[in-house]
């Protein structure tokens, strides 16, 4: 499971480069046999354009968002990419300069502006970015290209043409959505976000849109908050990337990293500030679980904590006897795992890095378990009895319930991350088997299966490649949980034909299929396989 390969000739800096997109798709070379069942399209999202001009983009979350393509047709595939042109990528190009701050890189003022017209812009806010290049995924019958900020950006799926710019504002009280929303069966799509909440505190909102409309409208515009979770502390909201959702329940973990959110609105008016400048981690407060009911949604009060962990990806989230287990790619401590993402770090010689990650939080797949029935009285006692997890849940005196989890998978600065499940059939339910991106040092250079039951675990990798988030995609006729393949995009910078395609069988992580390219393509974060 941990990674058995080194990298000193630093090829995977490679995945930090500018490309160019394509004006029309091209054909990959195949080797092995393209499962017949699969007829859809791989679509990916990640930075494509890592300088404007002589300025470059200083963190990993900065670079333009450029949106991959592989399309399978009669056994043969196709790639493409384009960027998307957002107001943040068309600005840019235009005045070939940083226009638009973004998470890790400021945007200087337009050096033609005289003092006064550049003070004024101060006050009409700040413009916030539209750089949606983490994830994709539909709501109704359409596509979105999105990060966590509020501006959604429909993309069409076909031609990776950019149709619209949405801002959710216009619809529901968020201050963003994360680019990590759940997608119920019929469509139906759930997310979370921070908001404005009673008496100018800072709270959380769970925002439903419905699935596609009967009489063609826009699901966004009926999104409706289903439930607010409240802050830990009255102007800090936490960083949260994703939640956790069973069946019934609603699980949110609101971990030590704050915004500041004084600092953030003051951080616009001083030069040379940017979003990762208003973080903050709070060293005694811990972690906070929160849970609420999914309909009707209600806030269960109860304060549930835990030893500090920084939190990026929940994996899944199931009720089993009286309890909703958690389980996540958890980061030991307060510290906020994006300090170790700037692209000068990524690009370091393989010591550098390796240096680096030794001082970052440590990653470790974790299980949590939340009681549901709870009485004053048990105090002192572990009041989880499901039969197959040591992770405990103890009543404290002053009303806490204090969890420690159970660790799935745990090697040092080997982390399990980017992690799917076969979501389709259980998404919400018991499972068995969780698929990941193995990071090395935060290099991403093997792909992994871990069986969160017995945890035994499998590894898919070879020399100097560079995969990335690996996708389910069930066979049409499988029963069992794992029948199926993985789809991920791997970097191969010395080959012949540097990016490729590659189809593992599910099973045993043993290789299928490749489809390569003449081209080498920069790291991608998220997507979906659409059938």
């Known amino acids: 499971m941990v990674s058995r390969i080194e990298h000193p000739a630093g090829s995977y800096k490679k995945i930090f480069e500018t490309c160019e997109e394509l004006?029309?798709?091209?054909?990959?070379?195949?080797?092995?046999?393209?499962?017949?069942?699969?007829?859809?399209?791989?679509?990916?999202?990640?930075?494509?354009?890592?300088?404007?001009?002589?300025?470059?983009?200083?963190?990993?979350?900065?670079?333009?968002?450029?949106?991959?393509?592989?399309?399978?047709?009669?056994?043969?595939?196709t790639y493409f990419r384009k960027f998307i042109k957002?107001?943040?990528?068309?600005?840019?190009?235009?005045?070939?300069?940083?226009?638009?701050?973004?998470?890790?890189?400021?945007?200087?003022?337009?050096?033609c502006k005289n003092i006064f017209s550049r003070f004024f812009s101060y006050f009409k806010g700040v413009e916030v970015t539209d750089n949606c290049l983490v994830n994709v995924y539909p709501i109704g019958e359409d596509y979105y290209a999105v990060t966590e900020t509020n501006f959604i950006t429909k993309v069409d799926t076909d031609t990776l043409e950019t149709t619209k710019k949405v801002d959710l504002c216009n619809y529901v009280n968020v201050n963003g959505l994360t680019a990590h929303p759940h997608i119920e069966r019929d469509g139906t799509v759930y997310n979370i976000g921070n908001c404005m909440g009673k008496g100018a505190t800072l709270a959380y909102n769970i925002v439903r849109m419905p699935p596609a409309q009967k009489d063609k409208s826009d699901p966004i515009e009926k999104s409706k908050v289903v439930v607010q979770f409240p802050s830990a502390e009255r102007f800090k909201p936490s960083y949260v990337h994703s939640f956790g959702m069973s069946e019934n329940?609603?699980?949110?973990?609101?971990?030590?990293v704050k915004i500041n959110l004084l600092k953030f609105l003051s951080a616009w008016s001083i030069r040379g500030s940017n979003y990762m400048d208003c973080f903050e981690s709070n060293e005694t407060l811990g972690t906070w679980f929160h849970l609420a009911t999914k309909d009707p949604g209600e806030y269960i009060d109860h304060k549930f904590r835990a030893a500090a962990i920084g939190l990026f990806h929940h994996i899944n989230t199931y009720e089993d006897d009286g309890f909703v287990v958690v389980d996540v790619c958890a980061w030991k401590g307060f510290e906020f795992v994006y300090n170790y993402l700037w692209l000068a770090n990524l690009r370091a010689n393989w010591d550098e890095v390796k240096k680096a990650a030794m001082m970052a939080p440590q990653p470790e797949v974790r299980r949590y378990v939340i009681p549901l029935d709870i009485h004053k009285e048990e105090q002192g006692k572990n009041l989880v009895s499901l039969p197959y997890t040591t992770a405990t849940a103890v009543m404290h005196s002053d009303g806490t319930i204090w969890l420690e989890p159970e660790v799935l998978f745990s090697g040092p600065r080997q982390a399990l991350e980017f992690p799917q499940i076969n979501y389709e059939k259980y998404a919400g339910k018991n499972y068995t088997y969780a698929y990941g991106l193995g990071?090395?040092?935060?290099?991403?250079d093997?792909?992994?299966?871990?069986?969160?039951?017995?945890?035994?675990?499998?590894?898919?990798?070879?020399?100097?490649?560079?995969?990335?988030?690996?996708?389910?995609?069930?066979?049409?006729?499988g029963i069992d949980e794992d029948d199926g393949v993985l789809l991920t995009i791997v970097v191969a910078p010395g080959a012949q034909r540097p990016g490729y395609m590659l189809i593992l069988n599910a099973r045993?992580?043993?290789?299928?299929a490749r489809a390569e390219v003449d081209c080498t393509m920069p790291v991608t974060f998220h997507g979906m396989y659409k059938a």
């Open 508 to 512: 045993d992580l043993s290789e299928i």
């Open 249 to 256: 329940y609603f699980v949110f973990v609101e971990t030590p």
């Open 23 to 77: 004006s029309e798709p091209i054909p990959a070379v195949i080797t092995g046999r393209i499962p017949s069942f699969l007829r859809g399209s791989l679509l990916r999202l990640g930075p494509g354009l890592f300088e404007v001009g002589d300025e470059p983009f200083y963190h990993l979350f900065d670079g333009q968002a450029l949106m991959h393509k592989f399309d399978f047709k009669n056994g043969q595939v």
């Open 446 to 477: 093997r792909i992994v299966k871990l069986n969160v039951k017995t945890k035994e675990t499998w590894v898919w990798q070879e020399p100097d490649s560079y995969p990335s988030e690996p996708l389910f995609v069930q066979t049409p006729d």
């Open 439 to 444: 990071l090395n040092h935060f290099i991403p």
């Open 86 to 111: 957002t107001d943040a990528y068309v600005r840019a190009i235009t005045e070939k300069r940083v226009v638009i701050t973004e998470f890790g890189t400021f945007a200087y003022p337009d050096p």
